[in-house]
């Protein structure tokens, strides 16, 4: 077993050789009354250190006391860590390829299908695997797959030198589900969800992802590669994944050391309010556009094609990521409601008369519903009731236009068929005057669109 507070020290002492001998340069010990950053919030350079290119580095919130790797925010307190120790073989929470040590606090990875899972500390795999929650109506409500331990609002750190191999892949770090192996089938393929973030070998870019259910390539919601411009081969880089709950949604952030100096950039981050969505079903009895909202009890460090790779200082961290508020809290009045069709006893305004009980309903696919706002407005977020919505699920498409002629897809997905109320379908803000709520399909098979109310909110 491993002994706490034991390997942290050893840790640490193990990445002080490693500064010396891979050219690191750690950041000194800094006091607490003289944070290590101007106030302008760009970290000021060593004395000793060549000019950066023209960056601006971020603040942080000190550095991780037990390997010294600058944290973008502060662990919360009583939050749990996982550091990556001087004996990884040692340590029951990580699994997965072996790290061979190099005595000099980094390690190297000889595996073209490097997995490397970290368990929260109250989770063991071979024992509880078979009863986590999966079904995501339910892991919405929970919150948690295994506990309320799980990984949730993390960051992921790590220094990775490439050094051969296939360079078309990517180092990849990720949270918020369980193992990402099985063959697709349920429950497997839905302990796979995640937010992924991808560093790209040949060119340094980066990517974020959603994996909404694992099945080869087909569960994920895609990003595009972006920041390039620099291959990451052959030198010690730091990247970082920084995952967590913001109203609405969850928030993904990426950061490079590029230097390896300690000088951590920004390089991109999406807001996962809405709309981003798988092009096939969710098995898992979710939305095409689900957010993963919930904890996972492993997070990972993952790569494939490189066939020798060193690592040093990966480390997990429970975050406490404050102050945020909901950018779409504001409720739009509609000035007017119209639709392409109705039957008499169920007229548009049925839908904004704050009454579950009454609804709108249209018959045939591709049957809307329009609001109008009286003027444009900056709408990110239209809410749902359907009728029988705990009864059946419907496939829809939101549009929004500024002039009810020229309409523009915000969001579409399918309702979760398990609650009559109002279910929010989040979209980037935009300045529109109308949103159009467009219907293709039910699994009540009746041919019928039936919307009980809906709503439109935005930002201020
Ligand atoms: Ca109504």
Redesign the pocket.
């Given at each position: 077993m491993r002994r706490p507070g034991a390997t942290p020290l050893a840790t640490a002492l193990a990445v002080t050789g490693v500064m010396s001998v891979t050219g690191f340069i750690p950041d000194p010990p800094a006091p607490a009354s003289a944070p290590a950053q101007s106030q302008a919030g760009v970290r000021a350079p060593a004395t000793a250190r060549a000019p950066q290119a023209v960056q601006e580095a971020v603040p942080t919130a000190g550095t991780d006391p037990v390997d010294g790797v600058a944290m973008i925010y502060p662990t919360r307190a009583g939050g749990q860590v996982w550091h990556l120790p001087a004996d990884p073989s040692a340590d029951p929470r990580l699994d997965g390829t072996e790290l061979t040590p190099n005595g000099d606090g980094t390690f190297t990875v000889k595996d073209v299908k490097t997995r490397l899972g970290v368990s929260t500390t109250t989770y063991d795999e071979d024992e509880h695997e078979k009863s986590l929650l999966w079904r995501q109506p339910e892991l919405r409500d929970k919150g948690y797959m295994h506990d309320r331990n799980d990984w949730r609002n993390v960051e992921i750190s790590g220094y990775v030198r490439y050094v051969a191999g296939d360079d078309g892949d990517a180092f990849t770090w990720y949270a918020r589900g369980g193992r990402h192996t099985g063959t697709g089938q349920t429950p497997q393929a839905c302990w796979g969800t995640a937010y992924k973030g991808d560093l790209r070998y040949s060119d340094g870019a980066v990517k974020i992802e959603k994996e909404v259910y694992h099945r080869g390539g087909y569960g994920y919601a895609k990003g595009a590669y972006v920041g390039g411009g620099a291959s990451v081969k052959g030198r010690m880089v730091g990247f970082k994944v920084v995952i967590y709950d913001i109203p609405g949604g969850v928030r993904v952030e990426t950061y490079l050391d590029r230097s390896g100096d300690g000088t951590w950039v920004r390089v991109t981050s999406r807001d996962d309010t809405g709309g981003w969505s798988v092009d096939t079903a969710n098995p898992c009895g979710g939305t095409r556009d689900e957010r993963i909202i919930w904890g996972g009890p492993k997070a990972a460090f993952r790569w494939d094609g490189a066939t020798e790779v060193d690592v040093a200082r990966l480390s997990v961290r429970e975050i406490d990521p404050t102050g945020q508020t909901d950018p779409c809290a504001t409720r739009f009045t509609p000035a007017g409601v119209t639709a392409s069709t109705w039957e008499e006893i169920n007229p548009p305004s049925?839908?904004v008369?704050?009454?579950?009980?009454?609804?709108w309903s249209g018959s045939g696919y591709g049957a809307y519903l329009v609001l109008d706002l009286g003027a444009p407005r900056p709408v990110c977020r239209v809410d749902v009731a359907w009728h029988q919505g705990d009864r059946r699920w419907n496939d829809y498409t939101v549009y929004t236009s500024p002039d009810g002629v020229t309409y523009t897809k915000a969001a579409e997905g399918r309702s979760s068929g398990t609650t009559p109320n109002a279910e929010p379908y989040r979209f980037p803000q935009r300045q529109a005057r109308y949103v159009r709520i467009a219907w293709w399909n039910s699994s009540a098979g009746n041919g019928w669109a039936s919307i009980?109310?809906a709503a439109v909110f935005g930002g201020r």
């Open positions: 049925n839908a008369d704050g009454d579950l009980a009454t609804r009980a109310e």
